[in-house]
């Protein structure tokens, strides 16, 4: 999808979908709609979505701790960005659908958490979510969060901004309305806590992070890759996200008791570079690998067992897939 001025490709931004779906809560995922949001010109946008859905944010222990260090630490690492769920994906969202309707109208979205079972549907498709559950409880995950929050203080001891940050998202509450609300078509504000930090974030965008924030934000992704969302269409698209090794068995468990295990295409978890062997139970016509030049060396050939064809965004460039 292009934009039509500022240094984008493409010279007209274009319509559609309906649906906007985000994998997880890394802000790398949704900078695109942060970036049209702010455009100055974003009135004469033709789109904006009318559903959003966002992976759900499982219950387990210092959740609430969790979700607002890896917001605070979105906010240092990309520097433009608040790290908010509420100023940045939620907000963006509804300034587009504010900027589409004129004249300062409100035109309020439907957003929707999915865990795992709900159903939820992508223009005509019916799709069923894989991952992840509503409750996790198992002492790797608890010993992996822990972990990530002890380095998340440590870098909150060596960087003031961090802290302030943080200050910021917490005082806001909204990781609170996030984790007792999991769907509304309410409105959603447009950063009144962070305003006056963006200058600062300003400042700092393409500094050398500190060796501290650059370790807490490596075990917080971790984590955070462990709750992407995962789902399926009956025998049509496999959508893995970026769920983690640690968890793909159990979405292939839940798979073959469903006998849902041949699909026409297959997106491969966090760019081809994730495998676990119970993968070898299902089946592609594609499998779909999403990457860069960075990613691209640590592809696992193993999923050419699972695809009859597969196809590399960075060997294939634009991707097609019709059917």
Known sequence: MGCRNGGWPYQVYCDGPNEFLLSHYHADHYRGLVAAARDKEKEKFAWAPDYVFTPGLPKFKSNKEFYCALFSVSATVLGSESGSMDFDFLGAAQRLRDSISGS??????????????????????????????????DKVFSSSVEKALWKFEEALNVDNTLREIH???????????????????ADYPQGRYYADLVERWGERKGQPLLPAVEEANRALRSVANHLSLGFFTEGGLLFLGDISEKALS???????SLGEVNFKHLIAPHHGTYWDKSL??????????????????????????????????????????VG
């Open 104 to 137: 300062g109208k409100k035109s309020n979205f439907m957003y929707r958490q999915l865990f795992q079972g709900d159903e939820f549907s992508l223009g005509k498709q019916s799709c069923i979510a894989l991952w992840p559950p509503r409750y996790v409880d």
């Open 167 to 185: 200050n910021r998202i917490t005082e806001s509450k909204f990781v609170d309305r996030l984790l007792t609300r999991e769907r509304s078509d």
């Open 250 to 256: 159990a979405v292939v468990d839940k798979l073959v």
């Open 280 to 321: 070898l139970s299902l089946r592609a016509d594609t499998v779909i690998v999403s990457t860069g030049k960075r990613l691209a060396a640590k592809y696992n050939p193993n999923w050419g067992l699972v695809g009859n064809t597969v196809l590399s965004s960075y060997l294939n460039r634009d991707i097609q897939v």
